[in-house]
């Protein structure tokens, strides 16, 4: 009996090295790597000599469809972005209290896990949950149980500047159960008090132009906020996972308090890996986002970081906004929020590979295998014979530049506006199914599935 598919002759990328191999998938999962001649016969062969064949690409960080007044984007917009940038999986927000518009207050999390599931439907590449913790009551507590009984095995919560934010107390009450069920905690890092207050002078000084953006968000207030989450952290024995790090202070705060590794996660997000603050030059209150884009020096501190381990992941925080809420006079009137997903990788792998000479097993760690199983998904980001067949091949000599033109987000413009990559990807498989095929989307809305993420083993 002949296999599904067989790739054949790519540079096959694992935690650990390249070398020449052929893939044969079948039925949905991985069953054979090896020589071409010793595979299996198959219904389709794609050549792949020449190019990257690696793991889909898992983003543990991106917003989709929250608030539908104000965000543009859809679960099949979103997701065909996510499939063209060849992210297989990504792990999107549901809300307690149903949606983030806090459209039913006393609605449990698992009522926003089926919200959100429902939304998924449409999705063109597999998804996962994170489930946001707002509601400041004990009874919050009794819900975390079937939230983790439905897979959903992580929780964030937002500090009380946020509409949705929650005060330390909570926050130290919350890790504690969070971490009697193993599961992992999550924080939005940076001092509500000190951001508030420096935006209120900011008015009162009419800083509005987007260029001062970053000054209302310093990078000691999200060293500070780390701080506390991380001390909180090791105090109550939670998992916890240090959301889009920013800068070189909040990267130290981390890795002071991460001495063996075991209870402490972080991410930097792939924008700032890329850009400085004076991307606001270029494009106003489009690159908004919190924490904000920082100096050349932490762009430079996220890659020492994550050389050392301290950050282990790269994620997008991927969020869309309708244009006009972005183009207000003052920055203060404008949303916050990015998007990534469609560009991340090759943006990625532009940054650490073809400018900083990093390896293919580094961009596969930290974009594939280590969100996966940090999150608790073991068919997920590897190559490994009895794992999901998520694939992508990707072509490194493709020069590019991306243009908000040829994006499928509903994004107005991306932050990667004009930048020039040289890789770009050519097929991408979920579970086997070809979703992309030479760039082009190919499959149809809802091709992709939710992920029940297990516990995750964080002493691994
Ligand atoms: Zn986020």
């Known amino acids: 009996m002949p296999v599904d ?25 991985i069953v054979a790597i090896g020589a071409e001649d010793s595979l299996p016969e198959a219904n389709e062969r794609i050549n792949a000599s020449g190019k990257i064949v690696m793991p889909g690409v898992v983003d543990p960080h991106v917003h989709i469809d929250e608030v539908p007044e104000n965000r543009a984007g859809t679960y099949e917009a979103e997701s065909a972005a996510a499939a063209l940038g060849g992210v297989t999986t990504f792990i999107d927000f549901s809300f307690q209290g149903k949606d983030r518009a806090n459209s ?55 500090r009380s500047t946020y509409d949705i934010g929650v005060g330390n107390g909570f926050i130290h009450e919350a890790f504690r159960h969070i971490a009697d069920h193993d599961a992992v905690a999550a924080l939005h890092t940076e001092d509500p008090a000190v951001c508030k207050a420096i935006t209120d002078r900011m008015k009162r000084e009419g800083k509005g132009n987007a260029v001062h953006y970053p000054d209302s968000r310093p990078d000691y207030a999200e060293a500070m906020a ?23 202070k909040a990267a130290a705060v981390i890795d002071q308090f991460q001495d063996d590794g075991s209870s402490i996660r972080a991410e930097t997000c792939t924008h700032y890996t890329i850009f400085d603050r004076s991307r606001h030059d270029e ?11 920082r100096t050349a020096d932490d762009v430079e501190a996220m890659f020492n970081y994550l050389d050392r381990g301290t950050l282990s992941v790269v994620s997008t925080d991927h969020s869309v906004y309708y244009k006009e809420f972005k183009k207000t006079d003052d920055w203060w009137d404008a949303p916050f929020g990015a998007t990534g997903l469609q560009f991340s990788l090759p943006v990625f792998h532009e940054v650490a590979i073809n400018r900083r000479d990093y390896s293919y097993p580094f961009l596969v760690r930290t974009m594939c295998t280590n969100p996966a199983q940090t999150f608790g998904m073991p068919q997920k980001g590897t190559l490994e014979p009895g794992t999901d067949a998520d694939v992508v091949v990707f072509d490194p000599d493709q020069t590019k530049t991306i243009s908000s033109a040829n994006k499928k987000s509903n994004d107005p413009v991306t932050i990667y506006e004009d930048v020039e990559v040289n890789g770009t990807v050519m097929h991408t498989f979920v579970r086997g199914n070809q979703v992309v095929a030479d760039g082009e989307l190919v499959a149809n809305p809802g091709t992709g599935e939710f992920v029940k993420r297990e516990i995750p083993d964080w002493s691994i």
């Open 283 to 293: 494009l106003g209150n489009f690159p908004l986002i919190a924490p904000p884009l």
């Open 104 to 158: 039913e207050p006393g609605a449990p999390l698992i009522e926003g896990i089926r919200h959100k599931q429902s939304k998924g439907e449409d999705s063109y590449v597999d998804f996962s949950l994170h489930s946001v913790l707002r509601r400041e009551d004990r009874e919050t507590f009794d819900e975390l149980e079937a939230a983790i009984d439905a897979g959903v095995t992580s929780f964030k919560m937002f």
């Open 5 to 29: 598919t067989v790739i054949t002759g790519g540079r096959v990328v694992t935690t650990t090295d390249v070398s020449i191999q052929s893939i044969a998938i079948d039925d949905g999962e």
């Open 226 to 248: 780390a701080e506390d989450a991380v001390r909180m952290a090791i105090e109550t024995g939670v998992k916890y996972y240090g959301v889009h790090t920013s800068c070189q």
